[in-house]
């Protein structure tokens, strides 16, 4: 029901703006996008600050259209990105699209602890509003 994604702050500007996520296109489906965001200014530990309701997805999407819109600076940050990562920016990916004014701040961030690479995850929203830190929900993903 709620895919957890790590948000980079050039994908969390991306998603303010445009009301969308994006993710490979073999992600799963979900009611809810929580935004664990990355790279925190003033050195703050990465946290999932936000939920979205997700009101369809798409596959297939060009990854030239998520660019559309976007300040010069932010599509400059996106290049970078994907060139380090060796990602084709003329390939596709999935896009959630959110209902229009769903971007909201939880009561109170979910801090990242816990080792692990940078992935994705889904989890339930009562698992979710319940947890402390990523660790909770990822101890609770394996029961």
């Given at each position: ?21 994006v993710q490979a296109n073999g ?17 703050q530990r990465s946290a999932i ?9 798409e596959s297939n999407v060009p ?81």
């Amino acid at each position: 029901e709620v895919l957890v994604i790590f948000t980079t702050p050039y994908f969390w500007e991306m998603s303010l703006q445009k009301e969308i996520a994006v993710q490979a296109n073999g992600s799963p489906d979900a009611k809810y996008i929580a935004f664990l965001r990355t790279h925190l200014p003033n050195r703050q530990r990465s946290a999932i600050t936000h939920i979205a309701e997700v009101e369809y997805t798409e596959s297939n999407v060009p990854r030239m259209s998520m660019l559309k819109g976007l300040s010069s600076s932010i599509k400059k940050d996106f290049r970078h990105h994907m060139k380090l990562r060796g990602t084709d920016i003329s390939g596709t990916h999935k896009q959630y699209v959110f209902k229009k004014g769903s971007i909201k701040k939880l009561i109170r961030p979910i801090e990242h602890y816990g080792p692990g690479p940078m992935i994705k995850f889904r989890t339930t929203m009562s698992k979710l509003l319940l947890a402390n830190t990523t660790r909770d929900l990822l101890h609770q993903r394996d029961k």
